[in-house]
């Protein structure tokens, strides 16, 4: 299978390209740096010179592919909101367009757990209510992108998947060591739980829902089988002590944060290589 992935050079997907071009995948890269990518052009990647920003370079990265695993984001970190929307957005609305004329089959489109708000009692479904006008930029464009491409799916029956992503992890990603400075910043409470993937899992469930039929049109959860509190995380790096406000009250909503991934698992027979954080610790892929 010919696929094309959007920000191999990211931290996913500089882990995800590697594991598929293992499997035996012919994957081409679109990248804008062509520089970047030295090390998975040696692994054999073809890179593509282009940017989601310019529409006109799009049409050659699609070309003679089968699949497009779109990974490309701006993220909530980033000030720059304009940005943000432009990339996630404008750019995910590009590629699906230049996609459709190229005759891609299918199209893999990478979100986030994000996309949900609080309050809904239980774990987040799928087909539970997101906020588009979310004031965080990252999330609103994000459910923004995602609506367009199920729009497209409906009237142009373009093979859509969703697949939104916990809180991924492994593999030396330094997200862990760049979130625990913001949580007290951003007043996360330490009883909260964040709900994780492990890379080894991102790669899995995104190779599912390349080859398996039936799933157009249909979002996603992904994560592992046990959410970690905050107060956990931080402790085991070492930084439970600064990461949170001593004075903080109960915790408001127990669910919020946490995925139901029961519909990955009923239809793809998805289960989690590293179903923990402690897990992935004790296995020393961290």
Same mark, same amino acid.
């Given at each position: 299978?010919?696929?094309?992935?959007?920000?191999?050079?990211?931290?996913?997907?500089?882990?995800?390209?590697?594991?598929?071009?293992?499997?035996?995948?012919?994957?081409?890269?679109?990248?804008?740096?062509?520089?970047?990518?030295?090390?998975?052009?040696?692994?054999?990647?073809?890179?593509?010179?282009?940017?989601?920003?310019?529409?006109?370079?799009?049409?050659?990265?699609?070309?003679?592919?089968?699949?497009?695993?779109?990974?490309?984001?701006?993220?909530?970190?980033?000030?720059?909101?304009?940005?943000?929307?432009?990339?996630?957005?404008?750019?995910?609305?590009?590629?699906?367009?230049?996609?459709?004329?190229?005759?891609?089959?299918?199209?893999?489109?990478?979100?986030?757990?994000?996309?949900?708000?609080?309050?809904?009692?239980?774990?987040?479904?799928?087909?539970?209510?997101?906020?588009?006008?979310?004031?965080?930029?990252?999330?609103?464009?994000?459910?923004?992108?995602?609506?367009?491409?199920?729009?497209?799916?409906?009237?142009?029956?373009?093979?859509?998947?969703?697949?939104?992503?916990?809180?991924?992890?492994?593999?030396?990603?330094?997200?862990?060591?760049?979130?625990?400075?913001?949580?007290?910043?951003?007043?996360?409470?330490?009883?909260?739980?964040?709900?994780?993937?492990?890379?080894? &899992?991102?790669?899995?469930? @995104?190779?599912? +829902?390349?080859?398996?039929? *039936?799933?157009?049109?249909?979002? =996603?959860?992904? #994560?592992? &089988?046990?959410?970690?509190? @905050?107060?956990? +995380?931080?402790?085991?790096? *070492?930084?439970?002590?600064?990461? =949170?406000?001593? #004075?903080?009250?109960?915790?408001?909503?127990?669910?919020?944060?946490?995925?139901?991934?029961?519909?990955?698992?009923?239809?793809?027979?998805?289960?989690?290589?590293?179903?923990?954080?402690?897990?992935?610790?004790?296995?020393?892929?961290?």
């Amino acid at each position: 299978m010919k696929i094309l992935v959007t920000g191999a050079t990211g931290k996913v997907g500089s882990r995800l390209v590697p594991r598929m071009l293992a499997k035996g995948y012919d994957v081409s890269i679109l990248v804008r740096d062509a520089a970047k990518a030295s090390t998975l052009a040696q692994l054999g990647a073809r890179v593509v010179v282009g940017d989601l920003f310019s529409p006109d370079t799009l049409p050659a990265a699609v070309e003679g592919v089968d699949a497009v695993i779109h990974l490309a984001a701006l993220f909530r970190t980033f000030t720059d909101n304009e940005g943000i929307v432009k990339t996630n957005y404008g750019g995910t609305v590009a590629l699906a367009n230049a996609s459709i004329t190229a005759g891609v089959k299918r199209f893999v489109f990478v979100s986030t757990g994000n996309v949900y708000g609080s309050g809904y009692q239980h774990p987040a479904r799928e087909d539970d209510k997101v906020n588009i006008n979310d004031p965080r930029a990252y999330s609103s464009s994000k459910i923004a992108a995602e609506q367009e491409l199920l729009s497209l799916h409906k009237i142009k029956d373009f093979d859509v998947r969703v697949l939104r992503l916990g809180f991924v992890y492994g593999d030396k990603d330094p997200h862990i060591e760049e979130i625990i400075p913001l949580l007290k910043k951003m007043k996360r409470h330490s009883g909260s739980r964040m709900h994780m993937v492990h890379h080894l &899992d991102v790669a899995q469930s @995104l190779t599912l +829902l390349l080859h398996t039929e *039936g799933l157009n049109g249909e979002i =996603f959860n992904v #994560a592992d &089988d046990a959410p970690i509190t @905050l107060y956990e +995380l931080a402790d085991s790096v *070492g930084q439970a002590a600064d990461a =949170f406000d001593p #004075a903080e009250g109960p915790l408001a909503d127990p669910f919020e944060g946490i995925l139901d991934i029961s519909k990955l698992r009923s239809t793809t027979c998805f289960r989690p290589l590293v179903p923990s954080y402690y897990v992935g610790r004790d296995l020393g892929i961290l």
